[in-house]
């Protein structure tokens, strides 16, 4: 479910890189206060329901965004039983990834995901980004990977293989 909106998606990424082209060519973005009729507070949230609380989860994140000369760091943080974060410079990225490994849903069996700028982001609008996003539950047959969601008009199409729901609220 996303419960904090992002401003928009980037068609600026690599053709090339760890996931299929059109998984890196493209990310959400997001940014902090007013770009292209759009106010974000600078943040991005996400989170996955209906986890095993039991489970340990393994969350692999990419992103690119070409052609800029500035740091695009973006930071990614997990909140379930525990919290943890992790950062990409999404700035001329074709093959980093980041990983936060290990981290078990709440008692509710929910993990939260918060996108925003890393600390070391000095593009003037603070853009932060999200291309692909890889969760591992340890048990290959049942492994969801979310693909880029698309956008539709004033509509965004999200997919992803593996068992799953998305709720939205």
């Known amino acids: 479910t996303m419960t904090d909106a ?25 940014q902090d206060g007013a770009f292209g009729g759009f106010t ?54 074709t093959t980093s990834t980041a990983q936060i490994t290990d981290i078990q849903p709440n008692a509710s ?19 932060y980004y999200i291309g692909a996003l890889v969760i591992d539950s340890g048990d290959e047959s049942n492994a969801p990977v979310l693909y880029q969601p698309v956008r539709l008009g004033d509509d965004y199409i999200i997919d992803w293989t593996g068992t799953g729901e998305l709720w939205i609220s």
């Open 40 to 93: 974000d507070n600078g943040q991005a949230v996400f989170v996955f329901s209906n986890l095993e609380p039991g489970n340990a989860y393994s969350f692999t994140f990419y992103a690119s965004r070409t052609s800029v000369s500035d740091n695009r760091e973006t930071e990614y943080t997990l909140n379930g039983s525990s919290q943890s974060s992790v950062t990409l410079n999404a700035a001329n990225n």
């Open 109 to 127: 069996g929910d993990i939260t995901l918060t996108i925003n700028k890393g600390s070391n982001n000095t593009n003037g609008d603070g853009f």
């Open 6 to 30: 992002i401003s928009g998606t980037n068609d600026d990424g690599t053709n090339s890189g760890p996931y299929p082209s059109g998984e890196t060519s493209d990310s959400l973005y997001g």
